[in-house]
């Protein structure tokens, strides 16, 4: 009899690189036994939400039976969850994290899942969140204690892990490319008709929800020196701006980029991210800090070139010199230099893509369910 593996994660509507992952790794699952995934009907409360909308229209299909009860807000949902899973025949549940705003939900449901002699494996998309918030460290390290395996997708990830859960298998994983949102196969020029970019000059692309941690302010900065080496070089900023945009619009004025710098403020529905990739020469991450990152793999699936900053585990994701280049943290004056040698020299686009193939979401399921 085949096994029964239970999923819990976001799902379409809701938009994002977590949507994105559970419907690729349930996807995954089902090819190693029966899979259902057990989604959240709702996510962060307005009041904790910066966006205009935490949903997407575009349509994903999803690959497995899909049970649509979780809610962080609710516990009787949790409760009601867990004996689901368990008259399923659930033999391990997977378990995605992502924020400690879910703690008191996942500190119950895997309670309870544990309870019911069903194991677990908690998949770590940020052990922490990006930006501060009070009594984080005590409340992953409380929730996710049920698990008796961990995967995340980085050796800093796991160094952490290790020191909180010592008794806890944790397994590392690269985070797999995004293949199916690595877009059409257009030409540079139709997909930059389509977003009404011009068909000249090499395109920059700075891709997702900005904030202050994503470092736009040092690409923006690097820019500067970009431009005197590739006149015609350009930079888009294409996401949905969680600051301020006009203090980004008035940095592009200060340094006189207004023809060299497009900020275009929106989230970038799931039917565009192909049509950017397919647009840009390369993709920038200026991260003054991360833990990882769902854009550089998906940039990989696409064959695009990435300039990264030199933090968290964004190293471990690519293979500096053949998928781009790593720079430090915060420093304008080496993006532009990475930025310019791979406009000037850039690296084989289907060797990128072929490289990325070999990471795929089978190995990712297989270390989540199968004995280690």
């Given amino acids: 009899m085949a096994p029964s593996y239970a999923l819990t994660g976001l799902a379409p509507p809701f ?25 959240w009907v709702r996510q962060y409360p307005d009041l904790l939400f910066p966006g205009t909308t935490q949903h997407d229209a575009s349509p994903l299909g999803l690959p497995v039976e899909a049970v649509r009860i979780l809610d ?100 590392v994983h690269p985070h797999p490319p995004y293949h ?18 011009s068909p000249d000059g090499p395109l920059i692309l700075f891709f997702g929800y900005v904030r202050a941690y994503k470092g736009l302010g040092d690409l923006v900065e690097a820019m500067a020196g970009v431009v005197q080496s590739v006149p015609s070089a350009r930079l888009a900023a294409a996401g949905e701006f969680y600051e301020p945009v006009d203090r980004y619009e008035e940095q592009v004025r200060r340094l006189g980029l207004e023809r060299s710098v497009l900020l275009r403020n929106g989230y970038v529905p799931n039917a565009e991210v192909g049509v950017w990739l397919r647009a840009a020469d390369l993709v920038a991450l200026p991260y003054r800090e991360a833990t990882g990152s769902g854009i550089l793999p998906l940039a990989r699936a696409a064959g695009v070139p990435v300039v ?29 230099r990475a930025i310019t040698r791979l406009l000037t020299r850039p690296p084989d686009r289907s060797a990128i893509a072929r490289a990325a193939r070999t990471q795929g979401w089978s190995s990712l399921a297989r270390t989540a369910v199968e004995p280690g």
Wanted: a positive charge.
């Fill in 72 to 171: 962080p807000m609710r516990p009787w949902t949790w409760i009601e969850a867990a004996r689901l899973m368990r008259d399923y025949g659930t033999d391990r549940l997977v378990h995605q994290w992502w924020h400690p705003w879910f703690a008191p939900a996942t500190w119950a449901l895997l309670r309870m899942i544990a309870a019911h002699g069903i194991p677990i494996t908690v998949v770590c998309h940020n052990l922490l969140p990006h930006e501060p918030v009070a009594a984080a460290q005590a409340a992953v390290r409380t929730a996710l204690a049920p698990a008796d395996r961990i995967i995340v997708h980085g050796r800093s990830e796991a160094e952490k892990a290790r020191s909180w859960w010592p008794r806890t298998d944790v397994a």
């Fill in 15 to 39: 938009r994002g690189g977590i949507a994105h992952y559970t419907l690729h790794l349930g996807s995954a699952l089902s090819g190693l036994g029966s899979a259902r995934l057990f989604s």
């Fill in 180 to 197: 199916g949102l690595a877009g059409p196969s257009l030409g540079r020029a139709e997909a930059r008709s389509r977003l009404g970019l």
């Fill in 308 to 336: 990264s900053t030199r933090v968290g585990d964004l190293p471990d994701l690519m293979r500096e010199g053949r998928d781009g280049l790593l720079v430090p943290p915060r420093s304008a004056a080496e993006l532009a």
